[in-house]
């Protein structure tokens, strides 16, 4: 190997660095370490004149290295990378020492010590690096969006009209999710049918939308790129090539059950769509409803299809589809607000939810858009209790962010159909985006009731003439400093929007990360915020977190832009710090065969050794970890590399007495 | 308008801090614990806003408020923001005691004296600490005994409370149970000293109480309080000294799941039981009371409106059992009218504080239709 | 042998999708804790030799620490399940050195845990700073 000539390059960071750690001191430091020819510093050694400094020494001085102390590897290594590849050395031979994130920013004292320790190792660490060569494959131009809520309508019809192939798998019979539950939306109120069925049928039309509903994503493998998915389609027993959608075997099933599009208030036939513009309009029949499947019996369906497209003998079906790129947009689910007993959820009747209220004020709902309490009259008065479980520690530390705003909705929904006083028990009102406070002001207007205290209870005991047959709820008005107890005859719980149930199972599937509220994590809060920590994979909509439909069609577009750029590169560059066997010192134990969770080992049976694939292999370096003949080397990550680092940490402390 | 200068009591709010009461930076003032606080059925007892007159340094030591709360956890148990409110009302106490920048109540003081006097707080005599098992047989705790039993200074000095001894010392020894008493070696456990603020009395009493529990080289202790249980189980350095402590009733569920404890009568009776707050919510202990309660023969267990989580305070916490509490102020009262509205004839209790409190605020009248029962009397009884 | 300045060294392995993203969440996050713990970065701590560990003890380090993502979330599955079959190895190993326990630590932090990593290594610090330096070599040297 060549003589290492190293530059090392000291970032300031304006004072993010230079505020903490003594910059002078280090850079001497720096240039006195074996292997190093320079050693520079610079106010933003990742702005034009910095990277400038760093291609220049390169040339001038022949530097073969080039060590950088400065942010996160996470945040500039692909930026200096890029640099260094520009004069000609192999973005390898970079390495940074991140003296920000896991130093100057953390540490008040002895930050100038860990520095010199940090670029001591890199230094070291640097003079063994090797050059190694990136490969590129090509990608496969489709994309797969899971759900097919508004974020995932949106992601697809963004990218279907860009001229690329979408599969859309969605869960439910049919597309539309939260969405279309609801019944106006703030802070315009238009209604939520009339705004998203033409986007619905867009979807159920367009040529490049594959839409596979009553679908799951049951299998992902490969890389970014170059996915294999493998969807599992539930049987519908009704033939969708025959269906027209004429629903007269809705109508003719004598079977009913709750339904779950009307949140139980409600009933739907054995044969059902969830609602009357589903898309795709062709109904599915519910096993565990049909009397057929218990009994072979029954049959009304068959009999008065009139193109006879009930197929009974429907099987789960599973497809294999090849894409380029993954957008996650499974949404939200609410919390159920039973646990806190104080609000007698499921125990006080016409103590309801908020999406149970959206769909009793939907023209198409349970009744018929009226609002009426379990006794079939109309409430006289009608309390809203905001923040069921957000901001809580005891059940969602977040706030919800769209509550305060539906619960205003809500005071003129109501204002429109009853003569009802509304009284609106809220912490904190929170209405920061566009329009909110103008709608805020409005609703003022109309006349609504303040109270501001989070409600201790909601009781059906009451202590008084005027509070005869009402629900109290019992709250401090912190404004007043006065306890107060309302008697209303609804009362309207808020829960907090939570991850959906699966949300887990989904993250194993598609390798990423939930953060600390259980939605899924993007990879940068601010400049990344649909990427998350599988590349090629993004995450959109609530599934991210809380957020209104004007954000969550946002968010949708932006990843379907990060999925075209992906997939309009043509090709993607993979890892080139992957594993890779020694011939001679393998000794054919296959013990790396089982342990590498991409199968990219496979055995040579001639030969009697073990083989890596290139391009199945992500670096994980497991196998290298734990082959017992150090056949395997992981490259980059070498096992000299990163004794030269340990080393290089602890140069300064007592050296040992004996060695291992 | 009266303008209000802030932080008149820069240096006491900071000790208010100090002293515990940090948690209240937290405080988002939603005023739910002001809505769960027991208190507010009654009267006002403005407990959000002494948080925020806390959180800019405008407390005034000088009013009631500082000695209403009764510890009871309701609110610690719901605060969103996770804030240890009995914690801040002890510190506020604590800067009052440390600092005189307020009052103490006078019945509170004397209390105080003479628990530091006597460790008690009557200021009864220590030698006759072991007086409530006269007669009974019961012996100073021994090597050889298999258990230490504490009685609480309550059921040892008050004649309306000490049948609760009485009758843990009857059904210990029917079941056969080697145990033994202190006596004039136990002193209070504190607990009622520290909630009103008087932390260095807390502490002697901690020193004098562990000596005297690890020079008898006892392993297991019964306890009749639910006070007791918590301190030591929480503020004392008992569980590291390897000594086991129970609260009663979790001995006798113990005894009942191994066959152990039998019945001979029946006690045909309603009874409603209530959830000490100490033996409840800061203990987290619901089962075992209820297990020994519906095992007697012939008792129909039925629920209060506010039980397990949700049960109300008798009154008695944080000290308030040693002071005045105004009729119609009384939260005693309220259980007992929830007691007699689902038709008990007996109120069971676990506590010897709630013995003296219902003891002590009930009318003749209630108590004629409602007998106060600790679960160990029931149980003596049906054995 | 401790002195009032004592300060020890802590080696730090760190995953690099979660370990390694919580700590510099506590960077971006500004949480302040203690200077003592030196990392490196790896990809999965899967990737962890053992005699990484016992490396970092010989050249002088009073402790070790292994960070990575949380049980089912290993950015490759399982690398993590395996780290922990191989990390129960090396404390039997530390044993028989007389090392004391407290000088190793396996944790799981996530990218979201910035003020977790804050924790720990506070924790960590003052544990192994309690302890005093490591003089491993003379317990070897009498065995
Ligand atoms: C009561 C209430 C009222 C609201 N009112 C308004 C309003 O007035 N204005 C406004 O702007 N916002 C409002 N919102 C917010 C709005 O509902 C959301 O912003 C929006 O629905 C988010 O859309 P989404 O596509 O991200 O999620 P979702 O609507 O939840 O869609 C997710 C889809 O994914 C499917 N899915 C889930 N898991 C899987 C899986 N594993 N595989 C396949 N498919 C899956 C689901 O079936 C669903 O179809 C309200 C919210 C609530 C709770
Ligand atoms: S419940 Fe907690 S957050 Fe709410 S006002 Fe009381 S102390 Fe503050
Ligand atoms: S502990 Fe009980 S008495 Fe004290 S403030 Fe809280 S709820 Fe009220
Ligand atoms: S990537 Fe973090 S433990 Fe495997």
Same mark, same amino acid.
């Given at each position: 190997?060549?003589?290492?000539?190293?530059?090392?390059?000291?970032?300031?960071?304006?004072?993010?660095?230079?505020?903490?750690?003594?910059?002078?001191?280090?850079?001497?430091?720096?240039?006195?370490?074996?292997?190093?020819?320079?050693?520079?510093?610079?106010?933003?050694?990742?702005?034009?004149?910095?990277?400038?400094?760093?291609?220049?020494?390169?040339?001038?001085?022949?530097?073969?290295?080039?060590?950088?102390?400065?942010?996160?590897?996470?945040?500039?290594?692909?930026?200096?990378?890029?640099?260094?590849?520009?004069?000609?050395?192999?973005?390898?031979?970079?390495?940074?020492?991140?003296?920000?994130?896991?130093?100057?920013?953390?540490?008040?004292?002895?930050?100038?010590?860990?520095?010199?320790?940090?670029?001591?190792?890199?230094?070291?660490?640097?003079?063994?690096?090797?050059?190694?060569?990136?490969?590129?494959?090509?990608?496969?131009?489709?994309?797969?969006?899971?759900?097919?809520?508004?974020?995932?309508?949106?992601?697809?019809?963004?990218?279907?009209?860009?001229?690329?192939?979408?599969?859309?798998?969605?869960?439910?019979?049919?597309?539309?999710?939260?969405?279309?539950?609801?019944?106006?939306?703030?802070?315009?109120?238009?209604?939520?049918?009339?705004?998203?069925?033409?986007?619905?049928?867009?979807? /159920?039309?367009?040529?490049?939308?594959?839409?596979?509903?009553?679908?799951?994503?049951?299998?992902?493998?490969?890389?970014?790129?170059?996915?294999?998915?493998?969807?599992?389609?539930?049987?519908?027993?009704?033939?969708?090539?025959?269906?027209?959608?004429?629903?007269?075997?809705?109508?003719?099933?004598?079977?009913?059950?709750?339904?779950?599009?009307?949140?139980?208030?409600?009933?739907?036939?054995?044969?059902?769509?969830?609602?009357?513009?589903?898309?795709?309009?062709?109904?599915?029949?519910?096993?565990?409803?049909?009397?057929?499947?218990?009994?072979?019996?029954?049959?009304?369906?068959?009999?008065?299809?009139?193109?006879?497209?009930?197929?009974?003998?429907?099987?789960?079906?599973?497809?294999?589809?090849?894409?380029?790129?993954?957008?996650?947009?499974?949404?939200?689910?609410?919390?159920?607000?039973?646990?806190?007993?104080?609000?007698?959820?499921?125990?006080?009747?016409?103590?309801?939810?908020?999406?149970?209220?959206?769909?009793?004020?939907?023209?198409?709902?349970?009744?018929?858009?009226?609002?009426?309490?379990?006794?079939?009259?109309?409430?006289?008065?009608?309390?809203?209790?905001?923040?069921? /479980?957000?901001?809580?520690?005891?059940?969602?530390?977040?706030?919800?962010?769209?509550?305060?705003?539906?619960?205003?909705?809500?005071?003129?929904?109501?204002?429109?159909?009853?003569?009802?006083?509304?009284?609106?028990?809220?912490?904190?009102?929170?209405?920061?985006?566009?329009?909110?406070?103008?709608?805020?002001?409005?609703?003022?207007?109309?006349?609504?009731?303040?109270?501001?205290?989070?409600?201790?209870?909601?009781?059906?005991?009451?202590?008084?003439?005027?509070?005869?047959?009402?629900?109290?709820?019992?709250?401090?008005?912190?404004?007043?400093?006065?306890?107060?107890?309302?008697?209303?005859?609804?009362?309207?719980?808020?829960?907090?929007?939570?991850?959906?149930?699966?949300?887990?199972?989904?993250?194993?599937?598609?390798?990423?990360?939930?953060?600390?509220?259980?939605?899924?994590?993007?990879?940068?809060?601010?400049?990344?915020?649909?990427?998350?920590?599988?590349?090629?994979?993004?995450?959109?909509?609530?599934?991210?977190?809380?957020?209104?439909?004007?954000?969550?069609?946002?968010?949708?577009?932006?990843?379907?832009?990060?999925?075209?750029?992906?997939?309009?590169?043509?090709?993607?560059?993979?890892?080139?710090?992957?594993?890779?066997?020694?011939?001679?010192?393998?000794?054919?134990?296959?013990?790396?065969?089982?342990?590498?969770?991409?199968?990219?080992?496979?055995?040579?049976?001639?030969?009697?050794?073990?083989?890596?694939?290139?391009?199945?292999?992500?670096?994980?370096?497991?196998?290298?970890?734990?082959?017992?003949?150090?056949?395997?080397?992981?490259?980059?990550?070498?096992?000299?590399?990163?004794?030269?680092?340990?080393?290089?940490?602890?140069?300064?402390?007592?050296?040992?007495?004996?060695?291992? | 308008?009266?303008?209000?200068?802030?932080?008149?009591?820069?240096?006491?709010?900071?000790?208010?801090?100090?002293?515990?009461?940090?948690?209240?930076?937290?405080?988002?003032?939603?005023?739910?614990?002001?809505?769960?606080?027991?208190?507010?059925?009654?009267?006002?007892?403005?407990?959000?806003?002494?948080?925020?007159?806390?959180?800019?340094?405008?407390?005034?030591?000088?009013?009631?408020?500082?000695?209403?709360?009764?510890?009871?956890?309701?609110?610690?148990?719901?605060?969103?923001?996770?804030?240890?409110?009995?914690?801040?009302?002890?510190?506020?106490?604590?800067?009052?005691?440390?600092?005189?920048?307020?009052?103490?109540?006078?019945?509170?003081?004397?209390?105080?004296?003479?628990?530091?006097?006597?460790?008690?707080?009557?200021?009864?005599?220590?030698?006759?600490?072991?007086?409530?098992?006269?007669?009974?047989?019961?012996?100073?705790?021994?090597?050889?005994?298999?258990?230490?039993?504490?009685?609480?200074?309550?059921?040892?000095?008050?004649?309306?409370?000490?049948?609760?001894?009485?009758?843990?010392?009857?059904?210990?020894?029917?079941?056969?149970?080697?145990?033994?008493?202190?006596?004039?070696?136990?002193?209070?456990?504190?607990?009622?000293?520290?909630?009103?603020?008087?932390?260095?009395?807390?502490?002697?009493?901690?020193?004098?109480?562990?000596?005297?529990?690890?020079?008898?080289?006892?392993?297991?202790?019964?306890?009749?309080?639910?006070?007791?249980?918590?301190?030591?189980?929480?503020?004392?350095?008992?569980?590291?000294?390897?000594?086991?402590?129970?609260?009663?009733?979790?001995?006798?569920? /113990?005894?009942?799941?191994?066959?152990?404890?039998?019945?001979?009568?029946?006690?045909?009776?309603?009874?409603?039981?209530?959830?000490?707050?100490?033996?409840?919510?800061?203990?987290?202990?619901?089962?075992?009371?209820?297990?020994?309660?519906?095992?007697?023969?012939?008792?129909?267990?039925?629920?209060?409106?506010?039980?397990?989580?949700?049960?109300?305070?008798?009154?008695?916490?944080? /000290?308030?059992?040693?002071?005045?509490?105004?009729?119609?102020?009384?939260?005693?009262?309220?259980?007992?009218?929830?007691?007699?509205?689902?038709?008990?004839?007996?109120?069971?209790?676990?506590?010897?504080?709630?013995?003296?409190?219902?003891?002590?605020?009930?009318?003749?009248?209630?108590?004629?239709?409602?007998?106060?029962?600790?679960?160990?009397?029931?149980?003596?009884?049906?054995? | 042998?401790?002195?009032?300045?004592?300060?020890?060294?802590?080696?730090?392995?760190?995953?690099?999708?979660?370990?390694?993203?919580?700590?510099?969440?506590?960077?971006?996050?500004?949480?302040?804790?203690?200077?003592?713990?030196?990392?490196?970065?790896?990809?999965?701590?899967?990737?962890?030799?053992?005699?990484?560990?016992?490396?970092?003890?010989?050249?002088?380090?009073?402790?070790?620490?292994?960070?990575?993502?949380?049980?089912?979330?290993?950015?490759?599955?399982?690398?993590?399940?395996?780290?922990?079959?191989?990390?129960?190895?090396?404390?039997?190993?530390?044993?028989?050195?007389?090392?004391?326990?407290?000088?190793?630590?396996?944790?799981?932090?996530?990218?979201?845990?910035?003020?977790?990593?804050?924790?720990?290594?506070?924790?960590?610090?003052?544990?192994?700073?309690?302890?005093?330096?490591?003089?491993?070599?003379?317990?070897?040297?009498?065995?």
């Amino acid at each position: 190997m060549e003589e290492p000539k190293i530059g090392v390059f000291i970032c300031h960071c304006g004072t993010n660095i230079a505020g903490t750690v003594d910059i002078d001191e280090v850079r001497e430091f720096a240039a006195g370490l074996p292997g190093v020819v320079s050693a520079r510093d610079y106010k933003f050694t990742c702005s034009e004149p910095g990277q400038l400094q760093i291609k220049e020494d390169v040339k001038n001085l022949g530097l073969n290295r080039v060590v950088v102390a400065a942010c996160s590897p996470r945040m500039h290594e692909i930026t200096f990378r890029k640099a260094v590849a520009e004069v000609g050395l192999n973005p390898y031979l970079l390495q940074i020492a991140n003296i920000r994130e896991q130093d100057s920013w953390v540490h008040k004292n002895g930050s100038t010590e860990k520095a010199k320790a940090l670029i001591r190792a890199a230094v070291q660490r640097a003079n063994l690096l090797e050059s190694l060569e990136r490969r590129e494959v090509p990608v496969t131009p489709s994309v797969l969006v899971v759900g097919g809520g508004i974020a995932g309508i949106q992601a697809a019809l963004n990218i279907a009209n860009a001229n690329h192939k979408v599969y859309l798998v969605e869960r439910e019979p049919s597309i539309g999710g939260r969405m279309i539950q609801l019944d106006k939306t703030f802070p315009t109120l238009d209604c939520s049918s009339c705004i998203l069925t033409p986007k619905m049928a867009a979807v /159920g039309s367009h040529p490049n939308i594959e839409l596979m509903t009553y679908s799951e994503v049951e299998d992902v493998s490969g890389y970014i790129g170059n996915f294999k998915v493998k969807v599992r389609k539930k049987p519908r027993y009704v033939d969708s090539e025959l269906c027209t959608g004429c629903g007269i075997c809705i109508e003719k099933c004598p079977w009913k059950t709750d339904s779950e599009f009307d949140m139980g208030l409600g009933k739907r036939k054995a044969v059902y769509t969830p609602f009357p513009q589903a898309v795709p309009n062709v109904p599915v029949i519910d096993p565990d409803v049909c009397v057929y499947f218990e009994k072979g019996t029954c049959r009304a369906c068959e009999k008065f299809c009139p193109p006879g497209a009930i197929a009974w003998d429907q099987k789960e079906e599973t497809v294999e589809l090849e894409v380029g790129a993954i957008i996650v947009a499974t949404g939200y689910d609410l919390l159920d607000p039973s646990p806190l007993t104080q609000y007698g959820y499921k125990r006080l009747d016409n103590v309801i939810t908020s999406l149970e209220f959206e769909r009793m004020c939907s023209a198409t709902g349970p009744t018929g858009g009226e609002l009426v309490l379990k006794d079939g009259s109309a409430p006289q008065s009608v309390a809203i209790i905001h923040c069921v /479980g957000s901001r809580d520690k005891n059940y969602c530390e977040y706030c919800s962010r769209v509550c305060c705003m539906y619960a205003l909705k809500y005071s003129h929904l109501i204002g429109e159909k009853t003569d009802a006083d509304v009284y609106q028990l809220y912490i904190d009102m929170r209405c920061y985006g566009k329009g909110f406070e103008e709608f805020y002001k409005r609703l003022s207007d109309e006349g609504v009731n303040f109270v501001r205290g989070k409600v201790a209870q909601v009781t059906d005991q009451v202590a008084g003439e005027e509070e005869q047959g009402k629900l109290v709820v019992v709250t401090e008005d912190t404004l007043l400093g006065r306890m107060l107890r309302i008697p209303v005859d609804m009362v309207i719980l808020c829960p907090a929007m939570v991850a959906r149930a699966d949300a887990d199972e989904v993250a194993r599937r598609f390798l990423i990360n939930r953060g600390a509220d259980g939605f899924f994590l993007e990879r940068h809060p601010k400049l990344e915020p649909v990427a998350t920590a599988s590349d090629g994979v993004f995450v959109v909509g609530c599934a991210q977190g809380p957020k209104d439909i004007p954000d969550t069609v946002a968010q949708a577009s932006a990843g379907a832009a990060e999925a075209l750029s992906l997939i309009d590169r043509g090709t993607v560059e993979i890892e080139a710090a992957t594993a890779v066997v020694d011939e001679e010192m393998c000794s054919g134990c296959k013990i790396c065969l089982a342990l590498c969770p991409y199968n990219a080992i496979t055995f040579d049976e001639e030969k009697k050794l073990a083989n890596v694939n290139d391009i199945l292999c992500k670096g994980c370096g497991v196998c290298v970890a734990a082959c017992p003949s150090a056949a395997i080397t992981g490259r980059h990550f070498t096992d000299k590399q990163i004794f030269a680092e340990i080393d290089g940490l602890l140069a300064d402390v007592k050296p040992p007495l004996v060695a291992v | 308008m009266v303008r209000q200068i802030i932080n008149p009591y820069k240096e006491a709010v900071d000790i208010v801090k100090e002293m515990g009461g940090e948690a209240l930076r937290l405080c988002y003032q939603c005023g739910l614990c002001t809505g769960a606080c027991p208190w507010n059925v009654l009267k006002s007892f403005p407990v959000r806003k002494l948080m925020h007159e806390a959180q800019l340094g405008l407390l005034d030591f000088e009013a009631e408020d500082m000695w209403a709360c009764v510890t009871c956890g309701n609110c610690v148990q719901q605060c969103p923001r996770g804030v240890e409110i009995i914690d801040v009302m002890r510190a506020m106490r604590r800067t009052i005691v440390a600092l005189g920048v307020g009052p103490v109540p006078d019945s509170l003081r004397v209390t105080m004296k003479n628990l530091a006097g006597t460790g008690n707080p009557w200021g009864e005599p220590t030698e006759k600490r072991a007086d409530w098992a006269q007669g009974l047989n019961v012996k100073p705790f021994s090597n050889g005994a298999q258990m230490l039993y504490f009685p609480c200074c309550t059921t040892a000095y008050d004649a309306s409370v000490s049948r609760i001894g009485k009758a843990t010392a009857t059904v210990l020894q029917k079941v056969g149970a080697s145990f033994g008493i202190l006596g004039s070696k136990e002193a209070c456990c504190g607990e009622s000293a520290r909630k009103a603020g008087d932390e260095e009395l807390f502490q002697r009493l901690v020193q004098e109480n562990t000596a005297a529990f690890a020079e008898s080289g006892a392993s297991t202790m019964v306890v009749s309080s639910p006070h007791c249980y918590y301190t030591f189980m929480n503020e004392y350095p008992i569980a590291q000294n390897g000594l086991q402590v129970l609260h009663s009733t979790q001995y006798l569920a /113990g005894l009942l799941r191994e066959g152990k404890l039998k019945f001979s009568k029946e006690v045909k009776k309603r009874v409603a039981y209530h959830d000490p707050c100490y033996l409840g919510r800061h203990s987290g202990v619901y089962d075992e009371p209820r297990e020994v309660l519906s095992s007697i023969p012939g008792v129909e267990l039925i629920e209060l409106p506010n039980n397990r989580e949700n049960s109300i305070c008798c009154g008695g916490g944080g /000290g308030n059992v040693w002071m005045e509490t105004k009729p119609g102020e009384r939260l005693a009262e309220v259980r007992a009218e929830q007691a007699l509205d689902v038709g008990a004839d007996v109120l069971a209790l676990a506590c010897p504080y709630c013995m003296l409190m219902f003891e002590g605020c009930l009318t003749q009248d209630v108590l004629d239709r409602l007998e106060l029962r600790d679960i160990t009397e029931l149980v003596a009884e049906a054995m | 042998m401790v002195t009032g300045t004592y300060e020890p060294t802590i080696i730090g392995f760190l995953c690099n999708w979660c370990a390694y993203q919580g700590a510099d969440l506590a960077g971006t996050s500004r949480m302040e804790y203690p200077p003592n713990v030196r990392p490196v970065r790896v990809m999965c701590t899967g990737r962890i030799d053992p005699t990484f560990i016992l490396k970092a003890f010989a050249e002088g380090a009073d402790g070790v620490l292994v960070g990575g993502c949380h049980p089912g979330d290993c950015h490759y599955l399982e690398g993590n399940y395996k780290a922990i079959r191989r990390i129960t190895m090396v404390r039997r190993m530390l044993e028989q050195f007389g090392i004391e326990p407290e000088r190793f630590r396996l944790e799981w932090v996530s990218a979201s845990e910035g003020a977790k990593w804050a924790k720990i290594v506070e924790e960590m610090t003052e544990q192994v700073r309690d302890l005093g330096p490591l003089q491993w070599w003379e317990n070897v040297r009498e065995a």
